[in-house]
């Protein structure tokens, strides 16, 4: 069993940043994948950003380069995700999921709100 516990989110105005925290219950070294994925109202959940391969490597979704930047602080159990040059079509609930001895694990998601 994981419980993953994201914060960070909140309303944020066009052009501004955030950083999202996901901490997980056990050792993150021992998960297959970590990822941060976005659903926006009426739109199906979407991958943001991930590692991959036990962690070994991290992955971005093109759109999304040069603006997020998915981090891990192994001492803690945390990934993040920090995001800059928002704009509102990134309003969505954020979720963390990881991957742990081949079941998905979701947190209950945090909610980021670009508007002026």
């Known amino acids: 069993q994981v419980q993953l516990v994201e914060s960070g989110g909140g309303l944020v105005q066009p052009g501004g940043s955030l950083r999202l925290s996901c901490v997980a219950s056990?050792?993150?070294?021992?998960?297959?994948?970590m990822g941060w994925y976005r659903q926006a109202p009426g739109n199906e959940r979407e991958l943001v950003a991930a590692?991959?391969?036990?962690?070994?490597?991290?992955y971005v979704v093109d759109s999304m380069k040069g603006r997020f930047t998915i981090s891990r602080d192994n001492a803690k159990n945390t990934v993040f995700l920090q995001m800059n040059s928002l704009s509102p079509e990134d309003t969505a609930v954020y979720y963390c999921?990881?991957?742990?001895?081949?079941?998905?694990?979701w947190g209950q998601g945090t909610q980021v709100t670009v508007s002026s």
């Open positions: 999921k990881v991957v742990y001895g081949w079941r998905d694990y």
């Open positions: 056990r050792s993150i070294l021992s998960m297959k994948f």
């Open positions: 590692f991959t391969d036990g962690g070994s490597a991290n």
